[in-house]
């Protein structure tokens, strides 16, 4: 079981960057593959960006193509989130979330998550 902790959200201008962070508990952080979802009030959760195990490979929502970039640092525990060239419409609340094997944009696929940090992005 691993428990995950998100930080780095904010406010910030439009056009601005922010960097999220997720803390990871336990031994086994690179054993899990891991993602960044978001969820906007009245909007359905959507698939921000994965990451492989060893950090390998990564992938993207559309909406983060380009701007976001995932990374991660299994020594630290640690999954991150860069976004730059924030636009309002990237407000919401970030999640990141584990998963044994998958790190494609399936939400269910994710067996932990976090609590979300919150991004708003003003005009």
């Known amino acids: 079981q691993v428990q995950l902790v998100e930080s780095g959200g904010g406010l910030v201008q439009a056009g601005g960057s922010l960097r999220l962070s997720c803390a990871a508990s336990g031994r086994t952080f690179s054993r899990y593959a891991m993602g960044w979802f978001r969820q906007a009030p009245g909007k359905e959760r959507e698939f921000v960006a994965g990451?492989?195990?060893?950090?390998?490979?990564?992938y993207y929502g559309d909406s983060a193509k380009g701007r976001f970039t995932i990374s991660r640092d299994n020594a630290k525990n640690t999954v991150y989130l860069q976004m730059n060239s924030l636009k309002p419409k990237d407000t919401a609340v970030y999640y990141c979330a584990a998963s044994t094997s998958y790190s494609g944009d399936n939400y269910q696929q994710y067996n932990y998550w976090g609590q979300g940090t919150q991004v708003t992005v003003s005009s």
């Open positions: 990451i492989s195990k060893n950090g390998g490979n990564t």
